[in-house]
Each structure stands twice: as structure tokens, then as C-alpha cells.
């Protein structure tokens, strides 16, 4: 089938590029220039392992293409997802100005039945919205159907998320419209299982707000454990591990930390607090996730300034920008919050990362980063070391040549990435989170 995505970031280029390898007729829309430009050349904007050779076999297929043009891609196909940025607004709530955009340019170009598919976290009712918008921007009498289809994939595992999904919630008005959806997903569920769950809309929209702060929840849960322990004199990790392996809990998401970032939970959380506000239902207990998760980053800060005793000129190396491994983006990281920080402290900052570098120079263009390529490098002359992301390379580090290169050997742990007596015996001053 022949299928648009309009918005090609994380989540449009991974679908776009698992629908053209499934088969399907893709084309990706973007209106930032420089990223169709480098899609164009064969370069990637973003880094999803996997991700090049998916979308270089199906561009030489003549499956995938990519343009700038939102009349070209109404023009294409009839189904036509919707995968711009839905960033917090002012207030909290999901800014829905990018979607509205793709709705009105879509409408404006349509000569016949269209099907838009919103891929983008939306909040619920967005469709609602969306229909209106669509119905006074058209040019032409010609019917149409709004769909949801909110997008699971993580990045880092994104390409085997898309290509071996758990569910695919479709919420639909119209038999037609679950139809087409059904059809784009069939090769996908035939070849890598899960179930196709067809819904209301409003009910596919709250599906992912409810998903999305159900594992917030569990996140600011164990952290909230964590900090126990340290007082009781317990190890989080035995705690979690304990409880995991009950299967009504599970022990995915137990893993006490810094606190969760990233482009999604933080701003899903949020915009579901504001949703619930809106309709009237004062959700505490989201609220009360939200100020957990802010308090660990404040709660690690306090373990550096108790080690450090006077953060001003002393070396701190940062290891990992990125907001978890395997991928490049840094947005709501911890480290754009302890790199000012620390700067502000007048620490000497200097980080280390694979991937993530550049993302975090565009995200806080004002704040000089020094970096290295090297942790042995970035670590010299450090008076401690900080684990902001839990990359192989952090974890498989050589303790002693690390401890030989570092003025004092302290390292505080914000992802409880390593052994705490494997770290000690090494001659290291270590904390973690929850470990007493
Ligand atoms: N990143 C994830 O892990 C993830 C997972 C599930 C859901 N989501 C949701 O998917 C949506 C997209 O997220 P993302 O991480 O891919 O964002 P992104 O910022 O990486 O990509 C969005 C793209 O949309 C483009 N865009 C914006 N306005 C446009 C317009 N009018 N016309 C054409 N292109 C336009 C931008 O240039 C950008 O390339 C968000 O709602 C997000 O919450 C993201």
C-alpha cells in the first residue's frame, strides 16, 4: 500500500522505514530542509542502530523516498500518518501546533478520500480537533476519516519495537479507516507477532498518555524505594529484584536511578496531568511521579556536593550525555541539568560521550561543554567521576586505569551501573542510588 509519514525524526523514520521494508510504498515528509537533504544523500539525522541499512536497502528498492512537501505527500498516498514533535507547551500541555499544521496543509491538498493517522503523542479529543480543522481547510467535498495510532517504540531498540510490536493500538470511526490500518499492519504482526487491538479513538489516544505514565510511575516508584533503603540500610537492587520476579509486577522499570528523561516521559506525564486537570480529575498521584523523579537529580547533586565538600574548581568528569544508551538524544537528559550545575558551580566540567555530543551542544547552545573522545582522557585529573548513562563502554570500564588516571578516585553512580564492592575493592569512593 502506499503510505505518507509526515514528520521524519525518531519515530516517522523508524516507521517510515519498517513500512517500506514490510512491503508498503513509503514516502517521508519533513519541512526541515536540511534533514531531507541528508536522508537524500544517504546520511542519517539521527542514530537508531539498524536504522542506515533499512533505510538504504529500501531507498535502492525504490520503496522509501523522501520530500519536503506535504501537497506531494497528500498526493502519494491516501493514508497519511502524523509524526511531528508534540513538545510541552508553556503550561505543560502537549503543543499541538505542528500537528494542527500537517492537518490544515493535508486538507488543503486533498482531492479525494484521505485517511490521517495520528503516530504523534496526542492528547485526547486531538482528533476531534484535527476533524475541524480539516473540514475548514478543504477545498474540495471529499470525505475523510481521523484516526489514532499511538506510536510504542523505544529509541535504542526502536527498529525491533516497530518490526516485533507487543500490540498496535488502532482507535477508528469508520470500518474503512480500520481496514486500511489493518491491511498496512498485517506483514508486520505476520512476521513479528502481537496483537492488533481496534478501539475508539479517544480511547487509542489515552491508551498511550495511560501506558507512557503507568511506567513513569513505576520508575519514580523504586526511586522513591531507593531513598528508603539508604536510610533503612537496604540494596534496591536486591528489593527490585525481589520483586520482579513476581509476574504481576515484573521487573522491567525497577531500576533505581537519577530519575527517567528522555523525549517522552517527562512531557507525557505532564500533558496527562494537564489532561486529567482539564476534564476535571485531579491526578495526585501523577503529580506526586513528577516531583519524585525532579527530587532524584536534586538527590544526586547532594551526593556530589557531600563527597566534594567544595565543588568550585574541582574536575568533574561526566560520563554520558544521552538520556539512556544506544541513542543520541538528550532531550530532558539529566545531563542538561547537572552540566549547568555543576558549571554554575564553577566545577570544571568535562563530559564524555559516543553519540550524543552534538545533540547537546544544539539543546544548550549557551553552555560551554568541554569534551573528550576517550573516558580514560576525559577522567585525568578528576576528582570524580559522574555516570549520568549507562553505555557498555562506562560499564566495561577498567577500574584500575581509571583510579590511575584521576587526581581522587570518587565516582557516584546516578545509574547503578556497576557492582558496588567490585567498585570499592578497586579503591574507589562509590555511591550509588539505594544502596546503602
Ligand atoms: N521518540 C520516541 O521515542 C517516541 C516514542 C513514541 C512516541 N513518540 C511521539 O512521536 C512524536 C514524534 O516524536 P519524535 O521523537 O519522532 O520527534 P522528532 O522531533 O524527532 O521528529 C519530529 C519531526 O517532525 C518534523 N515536523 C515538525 N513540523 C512539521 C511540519 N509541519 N511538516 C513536516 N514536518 C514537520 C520536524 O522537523 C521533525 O523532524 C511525538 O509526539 C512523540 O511524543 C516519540
Redesign the pocket.
Known amino acids: 500500500m502506499k503510505i505518507t509519514i509526515?514528520?521524519?525524526?525518531?519515530?516517522?523514520l523508524v516507521t517510515g522505514a519498517c513500512f517500506s521494508d514490510a512491503g508498503h510504498e513509503v514516502m517521508c515528509?519533513?519541512?526541515?530542509e536540511k534533514?531531507i537533504e541528508m536522508l537524500l544523500k544517504g546520511e542519517m539525522p539521527?542514530y537508531e542502530p539498524g536504522l542506515d541499512e533499512i533505510v538504504e536497502r529500501n531507498v535502492k528498492a525504490g520503496r522509501l523516498k523522501f520530500s519536503t512537501s506535504?501537497a506531494e505527500g497528500t498526493k502519494f498516498a491516501k493514508v497519511i500518518f502524523i509524526?511531528?514533535?508534540?513538545p510541552p507547551g508553556v503550561g505543560g500541555e502537549a503543543n499541538l501546533t505542528?500537528v494542527e499544521?500537517?492537518g490544515r496543509?493535508v486538507a488543503e491538498n486533498m482531492t479525494d478520500y484521505h485517511l490521517l493517522v495520528e503516530?504523534?503523542?496526542?492528547p485526547a479529543k486531538t482528533s476531534e480537533h484535527l476533524k475541524r480543522t480539516m473540514r475548514k481547510y478543504l477545498k474540495a467535498d471529499v470525505d475523510f476519516d481521523v484516526a489514532s495510532n499511538?506510536?510504542?517504540?523505544?529509541?535504542g531498540t526502536?527498529i525491533v519495537d516497530a518490526t516485533h510490536p507487543d500490540r498496535i493500538v488502532v482507535g477508528v470511526e469508520s470500518a474503512r479507516a480500520g481496514d486500511l490500518l489493518e491491511e498496512i499492519y498485517k506483514p508486520i504482526l505476520a512476521a513479528g507477532g502481537g496483537q492488533f487491538l481496534r478501539m475508539n479513538v479517544t480511547s487509542a489516544e489515552l491508551t498511550?498518555h495511560a501506558s507512557n505514565s503507568f511506567l513513569a510511575l513505576k520508575i519514580s516508584y523504586i526511586n522513591a524505594v531507593a531513598r528508603i533503603c539508604e536510610m533503612a540500610g537496604a540494596d534496591v537492587e536486591q528489593v527490585a529484584k525481589g520483586m520482579g520476579l513476581d509476574p504481576r509486577i515484573g521487573p522491567r522499570f525497577l531500576h533505581a536511578g537519577v530519575g527517567y528523561g528522555?523525549?517522552?516521559f517527562p512531557?507525557?506525564v505532564d500533558a496527562f496531568v494537564r489532561l486529567s486537570d482539564a476534564v476535571g480529575y485531579d491526578f495526585k498521584l501523577l503529580k506526586e511521579v513528577q516531583q519524585i523523579n525532579k527530587s532524584q537529580r536534586e538527590f544526586v547533586m547532594q551526593k556530589i556536593k557531600r563527597e566534594l565538600w567544595v565543588v568550585q574548581d574541582k574536575k568533574i568528569a561526566i560520563f554520558g550525555l544521552a538520556f539512556k544508551p544506544e541513542t543520541d538524544?538528550v532531550r530532558e537528559a539529566p545531563s542538561l541539568y547537572f552540566v549547568p550545575a555543576l558549571q554554575e558551580m564553577k566545577a570544571k566540567v568535562v563530559a564524555w560521550d559516543p553519540i550524543a555530543e552534538g545533540k547537546f551542544r544544539e539543546a544548550l547552545p549557551d553552555v560551554p561543554l568541554e569534551t573528550s573522545q576517550d573516558l580514560y582522557e576525559c577522567a585525568t585529573g578528576a576528582d570524580l567521576v559522574l555516570v549520568l548513562t549507562e553505555w557498555d563502554a562506562v560499564k566495561n570500564i577498567d577500574l584500575a586505569k581509571l583510579k590511575s588516571v584521576m587526581t581522587t578516585p570518587v565516582m557516584i553512580d546516578g545509574r547503578n551501573a556497576f557492582d558496588p564492592a567490585t567498585v570499592r575493592a578497586a579503591g574507589f569512593t562509590y555511591h550509588s542510588v539505594g544502596r546503602a
Do not use: H, M, W
Open positions: 509526515v514528520g521524519t525524526g525518531y519515530v516517522g515528509v519533513d519541512n526541515n534533514k539521527i506535504i509524526a511531528v514533535g508534540t505542528y499544521q500537517v496543509e503516530k504523534s503523542t496526542v499511538p506510536e510504542f517504540l523505544r529509541e526502536a498511550k528522555g523525549s517522552c512531557k507525557d538524544d
